[in-house]
């Protein structure tokens, strides 16, 4: 039977660099490391040893697709980074504004 995959392995993926696919096939061995490890299948215990290992198992693939691209994937994925942070402050700034205008009230004269 197949083991049912957490909703976080997409972000995951998407965290780590790697393809979705990738963390399915992380996942399902983790499952069987968990099962090898605690002797039990659906438990607490067996799902917290399937998830650290499927952590572990991420981050080295992460290392190793870093690796395998001469470091320049490391940097790609940082510049990407750098590219939303300004539109992030402009955001933030623009929706300042907008409630600063919202709360504005004229003074009476007179």
């Known amino acids: 039977m197949k083991p049912m995959s957490p909703k ?3 972000w ?3 965290k780590a660099g790697i393809s979705e696919r990738r963390v399915e096939i992380l ?3 983790a499952c069987r490391h968990a099962a090898h490890a605690t002797g ?3 438990t607490p215990a067996y799902w917290k040893v399937a998830m650290d290992r499927l952590l572990e198992l991420v981050a ?3 290392l190793r697709e870093d690796a ?3 470091g320049w994937r490391r940097w790609a ?3 990407a980074h750098f590219w939303q942070a300004p ?3 402009l955001d933030a700034l623009m929706l300042f504004n907008q409630r600063g205008w919202r709360n504005f009230k004229p003074m009476q004269v007179g």
């Open 12 to 14: 995951l993926a998407h």
């Open 8 to 10: 976080i392995l997409p």
């Open 68 to 70: 395998a691209s001469f």
């Open 77 to 79: 994925r940082l510049q």
């Open 60 to 62: 080295a693939e992460s």
């Open 27 to 29: 996942w399902q061995a």
């Open 40 to 42: 039990e299948t659906e």
């Open 87 to 89: 539109l992030a402050v």
